[in-house]
Structure formats: structure tokens, C-alpha cells
């Protein structure tokens, strides 16, 4: 059975605060992304990434970073929490060529405080 | 950039057949995708689209006009299950990007 898992459920930090979101898929897919959910926004492109060590820029970029040192493994990485980034974050993987069709992950709900 | 326009809430009765609409302005179009998406429950994918015209998968059916930057996703034999919300979704560009609209919540009522 396919599985994109996330390494947190919840979670609640500190303003200020360096968060690590990880993601890991057992697929051997080449793309990965993360997306962040808010009512009424539906899902927002953070970063993606299309090989290991590659990332591209998504729509709303800016306070995140990314980090894939190996095929399986994509982390998102708030450098300086803020409460703006409240929010569902969703982790996803493709296979190459088939950038349509993501499997998603259960999601992590930041809180941050 | 990329944008979607979604209706943001469709209600249907069960058994009968509803239809959730998606304009959409990109350059470098691959193709439209669909997911559905329960509360709490992470988006699962259900169609895509590369080339104009419908496609079917059982009760879910998806269509695509290029020319027209037009699709939309079709439910039929409505059940109470499939009260969620979907999304359309465009991949375009070099690195096959998807950009999701902001969605349509169905209810299905009785």
C-alpha cells in the first residue's frame, strides 16, 4: 500500500521558533511538494521538487525554506515561525511525468502561539 | 501565473447528478486533474484531463475544453458519501507545477 507520511500530526510552537516539517514517501517518487490549506484558500504551492537536492519556488514561498538530501525524504522548514503561519500543511508525492496524480499525506495542523 | 475559479459550495440531492464547474487562466497547460477532499481527510485524486473531451471512471466523469480553459467534474447516482469538497487542479510549466483552486464544497442531502 502506497503511504506519504508526515512526522507530526499536531503541533505547536513558539513565535520565533525554527520548525522542521518532514515528509516521507515510500513510492520512489521523483516530485515532491508541500502545500499549506486555510479555509476559503483551498492548497497553496510552497516548494516543490523534482529530483534530490533540486527545489523550485511555489506561489507563497517566502518565511519557508526546503531541504531533500535523499529521494524519499522532503522537509519543510520554517525559519522563524510566525502566527501567519498557522495553518494545514500537506505534504505530496508523483512519480515523474505524472506530476497530475499526487498522493498526499495526513497533514500536520501548525499552531503557532 | 496560474488561476482557478471554483463555485464555493453546490448542493444535490441523492440520487440525482451534479456537476462542479472550473475555469482556469495558465500559460504552458498540461492538463486538469481533480481531487476530492473529506473534512478532515487528505485530498485524494480522482481524474485528469490532458485532452479535450469527457472521461469516465464509474460514477465520476471529467471533461476538459482546452480551447475554452473549461472543465468540470461530473457526479452521478449521488450518495451521502460523497458529501466533500473537490478541487480542480492545473498542472502546467517545465516542471509540471499544480496549482489547485480553492475548491467546491458539496453537500449531499437527502
Known amino acids: 500500500d502506497v503511504k506519504v507520511t508526515q512526522s507530526s500530526r499536531y503541533l505547536v510552537k513558539r513565535t520565533g521558533e525554527k520548525v522542521f516539517l518532514e515528509c516521507v514517501q515510500d513510492m520512489d517518487h521523483e516530485n515532491m511538494f508541500w502545500y499549506r490549506q486555510d479555509p476559503g484558500l483551498g492548497l497553496r504551492l510552497i516548494y516543490f521538487s523534482y529530483d534530490v537536492k533540486m527545489k523550485e519556488k511555489g506561489d507563497i514561498p517566502e518565511g519557508y525554506s526546503v531541504s531533500r538530501e535523499k529521494k524519499e525524504r522532503f522537509s519543510l522548514i520554517l525559519e522563524s515561525a510566525s502566527t501567519n503561519q498557522t495553518s494545514m500543511y500537506l505534504c505530496?508525492?508523483?512519480?515523474?511525468?505524472?506530476?497530475?496524480?499526487?498522493?498526499f499525506g495526513p497533514g500536520t495542523r501548525l499552531t503557532v502561539l | 501565473g496560474q488561476s482557478l475559479e471554483q463555485p464555493s459550495e453546490v448542493t444535490a440531492v441523492e440520487g440525482a447528478i451534479v456537476q462542479m464547474n472550473c475555469t482556469y487562466q495558465?500559460?504552458?497547460?498540461?492538463?486538469l486533474s481533480w481531487y476530492q477532499q473529506h473534512d478532515g481527510g487528505a485530498p485524494t485524486f480522482l481524474s485528469y484531463?490532458?485532452?479535450?473531451g469527457l472521461e469516465e471512471t464509474g460514477r465520476f466523469s471529467s471533461f476538459l475544453s482546452r480551447s475554452d480553459s473549461y472543465g468540470y467534474l461530473l457526479l452521478q447516482e449521488l450518495q451521502m458519501k460523497d458529501s466533500a469538497s473537490y478541487f480542480c487542479?492545473?498542472?502546467?510549466?517545465?516542471?509540471?507545477?499544480?496549482?489547485f483552486g480553492t475548491g467546491t464544497k458539496l453537500q449531499v442531502i437527502p
Open positions: 505530496a508525492s508523483s512519480a515523474s511525468g505524472r506530476g497530475n496524480e499526487q498522493f
Open positions: 495558465t500559460s504552458g497547460f498540461y492538463g
Open positions: 484531463n490532458a485532452l479535450d
Open positions: 487542479a492545473v498542472t502546467s510549466g517545465g516542471y509540471q507545477k499544480v496549482t
